[in-house]
């Protein structure tokens, strides 16, 4: 059930994220130009707000896709031959 409720609220974070970028750009005064630097200090500021809020979530998630006691296979290292000389 916690896995349910997490899942709800993270989209329902990242919907009204979505919504509330819309609604900003079309009622927007400045100019393009400004509009943009404004939407990225916004969208730094809720990035951050948004990690630090939803660290320890995003922590379970991480455990969950990838259990501490299963390790990752280790990728085969493949050797290049020496090119015959001509």
Known sequence: MA??????MLFAGILGL????AV???????SGTQT????KKKLREVSENFQEEFSDE????KSVLQPDDEEEPEQPVRKKKPKPKT
């Open 24 to 30: 900003g750009l079309l009622l927007a005064p400045e």
């Open 3 to 8: 896995k349910s409720n997490t899942s709800k």
């Open 58 to 61: 995003i922590e379970k998630l």
């Open 18 to 21: 979505a919504a509330g970028v």
């Open 36 to 39: 943009r630097k404004k939407l």
